[in-house]
């Protein structure tokens, strides 16, 4: 087959009916892959804030990838978007992984098994904290715990929907004393309250013990010790009429002689109990919570920013499953090797032809305004002339009279012969 054989070929395949469906076909495809990446694979955030800076500017965009792939493959140092408990996405840095302990000194020094670092404006540690990172099937023991791991394990358990709560009692070595002492101590200018004792974070049950160590004789520590407790519903006996009869069948049953039937007796109908009757409220009791064990990974996710911004620090540990989204990088990538730079020309581009518009619209002004000052220049002159003929004198001017021809005098004697 020759070549010019091939390239009429070519050319008709591409011409044909089939080549046009089939292109038409694969940018359908491709319209319905993009439809189905952007709104299930993935997303645009926008920061909303500059609790990542410098990372991530002041609402800018990120894109995230919300399959479950990706969230299970996050590790250390990865920007992921994490749910709060408050319903709120937000894009934070995970900073220790599940297993991980980490030591955050009170002036920001952060270390970790990965890297060391230093959190600029850090004022969430008050005292310097070595907190461990549980991974799923650890046991934990609450009495074990710091203070600070101690409040992580009760928002993650409140997290996952159990009702718990602790009672606090305040020790003075090994012996304890009033809790009535905490009353007199002062956060925040105020008196503190007996109520609150039990949900005060870890940094104001602190600043309490030093207040309270001051003030009470003695060298032993002092120590706001807490108790976990879970709150269970409690098993009611039965209360319908049905339940009743069954658990009396099997009672007499039970003692009845064996080789003897025994023989219900005929209860009296009360119709009134056959009417319905709401259940009634359930009871509940609470029983001491001494060791929890994890069912999830845990993780530690941190701003960029120091101080006041919502994340770990304050809100404890996030589990693999508020962790929704994994920061792409690519497009980042694409915006910094493409867009931003056409952003950049465009926007130099932008100040060329303002600066040129702004020459050119002088210019134009400048030329008018010379061309108006010519004008108004020609019409003064006119002006000043016509105001001189109307001022000067009328002068009578005398028109020159034609001269005679002068005669000669020549006598008659001369002229006769």
């Given at each position: 087959?020759?070549?010019?054989?091939?390239?009429?070929?070519?050319?008709?395949?591409?011409?044909?009916?089939?080549?046009?469906?089939?292109?038409?076909?694969?940018?359908?495809?491709?319209?319905?892959?993009?439809?189905?990446?952007?709104?299930?694979?993935?997303?645009?955030?926008?920061?909303?804030?500059?609790?990542?800076?410098?990372?991530?500017?002041?609402?800018?965009?990120?894109?995230?990838?919300?399959?479950?792939?990706?969230?299970?493959?996050?590790?250390?140092?990865?920007?992921?978007?994490?749910?709060?408990?408050?319903?709120?996405?937000?894009?934070?840095?995970?900073?220790?992984?599940?297993?991980?302990?980490?030591?955050?000194?009170?002036?920001?020094?952060?270390?970790?098994?990965?890297?060391?670092?230093?959190?600029?404006?850090?004022?969430?540690?008050?005292?310097?904290?070595?907190?461990?990172?549980?991974?799923?099937?650890?046991?934990?023991?609450?009495?074990?715990?710091?203070?600070?791991?101690?409040?992580?394990?009760?928002?993650?358990?409140?997290?996952?929907?159990?009702?718990?709560?602790?009672?606090?009692?305040?020790?003075?070595?090994?012996?304890?004393?009033?809790?009535?002492?905490?009353?007199?101590?002062?956060i925040a200018n105020r008196q503190v309250s007996l109520k609150e004792i039990d949900f005060l974070p870890w940094q104001d049950r602190y600043l309490i013990e030093l207040q309270i160590r001051r003030s009470e004789p003695g060298n032993s520590p002092i120590k706001l010790k807490?108790?976990?407790?879970?709150?269970?519903?409690?098993?009611?006996?039965?209360?319908?009429?049905?339940?009743?009869?069954?658990?009396?069948?099997?009672?007499?049953?039970?003692?009845?002689?064996?080789?003897?039937?025994?023989?219900?007796?005929?209860?009296?109908?009360?119709?009134?109990?056959?009417e319905p009757q709401p259940p009634p409220p359930p009871e509940e009791t609470a029983e001491p919570l001494d060791e929890v064990i994890i069912t999830k990974d845990c993780y530690f996710l941190a701003c960029e920013k120091g101080s006041n911004c919502p994340d770990s620090r304050?809100?404890?540990?996030?589990?693999?499953?508020?962790?929704?989204?994994?920061?792409?990088?690519?497009?980042?990538?694409?915006?910094?090797?493409?867009?931003?730079?056409?952003?950049?020309?465009?926007?130099?581009?932008?100040?060329?032809?303002?600066?040129?518009?702004?020459?050119?619209?002088?210019?134009?002004?400048?030329?008018?305004?010379?061309?108006?000052?010519?004008?108004?220049?020609?019409?003064?002159?006119?002006?000043?002339?016509?105001?001189?003929?109307?001022?000067?004198?009328?002068?009578?001017?005398?028109?020159?009279?034609?001269?005679?021809?002068?005669?000669?005098?020549?006598?008659?004697?001369?002229?006769?012969?």
């Amino acid at each position: 087959m020759s070549r010019l054989d091939r390239k009429v070929r070519r050319l008709q395949r591409r011409n044909s009916q089939s080549h046009a469906f089939f292109l038409f076909f694969v940018l359908i495809a491709i319209f319905a892959a993009s439809i189905f990446a952007r709104y299930y694979v993935i997303d645009p955030v926008q920061i909303p804030d500059s609790s990542m800076f410098p990372k991530f500017k002041e609402r800018s965009i990120v894109w995230v990838c919300k399959l479950p792939q990706c969230a299970s493959s996050a590790k250390e140092q990865d920007y992921v978007l994490a749910k709060f408990y408050s319903n709120e996405y937000m894009i934070r840095r995970i900073i220790a992984m599940p297993g991980d302990t980490i030591s955050i000194s009170d002036k920001g020094k952060v270390i970790t098994p990965h890297r060391h670092f230093k959190w600029k404006g850090e004022d969430a540690f008050i005292q310097t904290q070595s907190i461990y990172i549980p991974k799923i099937g650890d046991t934990l023991r609450f009495e074990q715990l710091s203070e600070v791991e101690q409040d992580y394990l009760i928002s993650y358990l409140h997290s996952l929907g159990e009702k718990v709560f602790v009672k606090t009692t305040l020790w003075q070595g090994e012996r304890e004393i009033n809790i009535d002492r905490v009353g007199a101590t002062k956060i925040a200018n105020r008196q503190v309250s007996l109520k609150e004792i039990d949900f005060l974070p870890w940094q104001d049950r602190y600043l309490i013990e030093l207040q309270i160590r001051r003030s009470e004789p003695g060298n032993s520590p002092i120590k706001l010790k807490r108790k976990l407790y879970r709150i269970r519903q409690k098993e009611l006996p039965p209360t319908n009429i049905a339940e009743q009869d069954s658990l009396q069948d099997s009672v007499d049953i039970s003692l009845t002689p064996p080789g003897e039937v025994a023989v219900p007796e005929i209860a009296k109908v009360d119709t009134a109990s056959d009417e319905p009757q709401p259940p009634p409220p359930p009871e509940e009791t609470a029983e001491p919570l001494d060791e929890v064990i994890i069912t999830k990974d845990c993780y530690f996710l941190a701003c960029e920013k120091g101080s006041n911004c919502p994340d770990s620090r304050e809100l404890g540990y996030f589990s693999a499953d508020h962790i929704v989204g994994l920061h792409l990088k690519t497009p980042d990538k694409i915006k910094a090797k493409f867009v931003d730079p056409a952003l950049t020309y465009v926007k130099a581009a932008e100040v060329v032809a303002r600066d040129i518009w702004r020459i050119v619209k002088d210019s134009a002004e400048k030329a008018y305004n010379f061309v108006v000052e010519i004008f108004k220049s020609d019409e003064a002159d006119e002006s000043e002339k016509d105001d001189e003929s109307e001022d000067a004198p009328s002068k009578k001017v005398k028109k020159p009279q034609p001269t005679k021809p002068r005669k000669s005098a020549i006598r008659r004697e001369d002229m006769e012969p």
